[in-house]
C-alpha cells in the first residue's frame, strides 16, 4: 500500500497556504490509508492554561487520503491566524498528514472557556474537531517561596510504613509523627496520564511543573508518541521558566540523576526522559537554567573521553556551568565548604549514575556498593544548602527536592531500602518546614508522583524463616524498632562501632510484613539483604526470579506481570499531598487532579504572567 510522503504534504500544504491550490482541483487521489483520518488539536481537550503563559497550538490532521483543500483553525470562531497575529508553521505530520503550530502563543485575557476547532476536507474526506480550555489567572499570590518536595513513588503505605520504622506505636498509638504527617492540609492527588490509567515519573512531574497532562516518558510537551523521533511537539510552559520570569531563583534537588524524570520535568521540554543528553545540554540554556542543582548523574556533563561519561560529543558540561559562575561540589565535603553567602550559582554531581540510598551511604557503607563515592551528602544536606543559597535571592524562590529512590527500591521489592529513604527524605521535609517556620511566605508541599502496589499486613519474626516468620492480626504485634537518639532512624541504643553515634540497625526482632501487588516470579524471605539484590533477571528474553542472595526458606512466588518483566511496575491508586504554610489552604480539598497541583503553586507564589515583560 502506498504512503503519501513528507515532502509530498509539505508541498501541498505550502501550496494551500499560499492559496494557489484550486479547491478540489490538484487533489491527488490515493489508496485509503490504514487508519481513519483523525485531527488533534494540541493542548487537548479540557486542558487548563495559565492565563499568559506560553504555548504552543498544534493542530495536526493525520492519516489523510488526499491533500486538504481546506484547513481551517479557528480561535474563538476567529481565524487563529487572525487572534495570534501569526502566521502558522506548517509541515508534515508523521502520521501522513499535515500540521499547522502557532509557536509561542498565549490566551491573555479574560479568563474562562476558549474553543479552538479545525474544520478540514479533500477529496473523499472531511474532519471537524472542537476543544474547549479553561483559562485560569493566577490568584495575587501570598507565599514568596514555594519547596515541591517529591517522594518518587510515595505510595501512602510508605508514609506508614516510615513512620512504623521511624516512631513506632504504643498500645495502637504513633509514639510521634513524621514531619510531611505534621502539615496543615492533605488532599487526594489522581495521577493517570494522557495516554494511560498508569503514569510514569516524566508526564506525573510534567503535570505539577506546567498544569498539562502528557503521555508517559514526555515533559514539557505534547505528544501521543514519545518516541517518534521526526515530530515536532508543541510545548508548554514550565515552573521554573515562569519563576525565572519572575525574577525568582531556582533549584531542584534529587538522590536520582540530576537529568531523570522528576527533576527535569522542571525546567525540560523533551518528548522522551531517556535522551539524558539532551534533558542535561537543555538544563545549560539560560531560560530554563536552575540556580541550584543537585544530584547524581555526572556521566552526562562529563565529554566522551573521560572515563565513564555517556555523553556521544566532547563538551565538558561542568565546564561550561563553572564558565557561568557556579561552584561545583562533587562529594559532601564539598558541599559542606560551599559559603552560601558567596555562592549564587551551585551545581553538586555525588555519583555517575544515582546516587547511593541511605541505607548503603550512610548505614552499611559497603565499599563494593559504593564504589568510587564513599562521600555523598544526605538528601536534608542538599536541601539546607539549597536554601541558604536560593533564600538569597528578594525576589523568592522556587525549590523542587526529590527522594527518588523510594520509587527505585520499590520497584526491585527492596522495602528496607525504600523505607528508610522515606526517612531521609522526611528529615528533608524537616528543613523545608524549619525554613517557612524561621522565614514565613513558604509553603512547603510534600507529594509522590505515583503509587506502587506495597502494603504493610503484619510483623516477621526474624527468629523464624520463610513464612513460619510471618505473623497477622493480632499476632503480628509490634515491631520493636527504637530511636534512641531520636535522629528518625532505628538504632541499637549502643555504639560498638566506636563512631561516637549509637549503631544504626535496619533487621530488628520482629521487623515489618510488607508485601506487593504486583510482580515478576521472586524468591520471598521475608528477611533485609544487607546488599541490593535484584528480585528478577532476565534469562532467553524472559523474566526469571533470581535465586542469588535469599535467606533459608525463601520460596518461589509466581509473577503476575507479563512473562518480561523484572521488576515491580506503579500503581494508578490516589497519592496522598500534605501541604504546609503560606498558601496551603488551596490544597483543603478532598481530591485533585495532578495538573491542579501546578496551580496551587502557581497561586501559592502568584505567579501572573500576563504581568510579565515579554
Ligand atoms: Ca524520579
Ligand atoms: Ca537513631
Ligand atoms: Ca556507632
Ligand atoms: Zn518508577
Known sequence: MRKLSKTFF????????IGNLSAGG?????????AAPQAVIFPVDKASILAGSIFDLKVELNHIPSAPTEFDVRVQGTNAETFFNQTASTGATTKDGPYKMWKDVTFKAPAGNYTVSVSARGEGWTLSKEVQYNVVKAEAGKAKNVILVIGDGLALPMRTAARMVSKNLTEGKYNGLLEMDN????TLVTTSGLNSVVTDSANSAHAYATGHKTSNNAMGVYTFDPNDKNQVPPKVENIIELAKKAGKATGIVS????????????????????????IANQMFYPAQRPDVILGGGAQWFWPKSVAGSKRADERDLIG??????????GNAQELNNVDASKTNQLLGLFHNT???VYIDKAIEKNPNVLKNYPDQPMLWDMTQKSLDILSKNKNGFFLMVEGASIDKQEHVMDWERAVWDTIEMDKAVGVAKDFADKNGDTLVIVVADHSHSVSVYGTVDYSKSGRDAVRVYEKAAWPTYKDNDGDGFPDTGKDENGDGKFDQVVSTDISLAIGWGNHPDYIE?????SVPISPAITVDGKAAANTEGSAPGGYLIAGNLPVTDTQEVHSADDIPLTAYGTGSEYFDKAIMDNTEVFFGIINALGLDPTKFSR
Do not use: C, W
Open 10 to 17: 509539505l508541498i501541498l500544504v505550502s501550496a494551500l497556504l
Open 183 to 186: 502539615m496543615d492540609e492533605v
Open 525 to 529: 524471605d521475608f528477611k533485609y539483604s
Open 320 to 329: 561550561d556551568f563553572e564558565s557561568q559562575g557556579y561552584q561545583f561540589a
Open 354 to 356: 544515582t546516587m547511593n
Open 255 to 278: 538522590t536520582a540523576e540530576i537529568t531523570d524524570a522528576t527533576p527535569s520535568a522542571m525546567f525540560v521540554h523533551v518528548p522522551q526522559r531517556s535522551n539524558m543528553q539532551e
Open 26 to 34: 490538484q487533489a491527488v487521489a490515493a489508496e485509503p490509508a490504514q
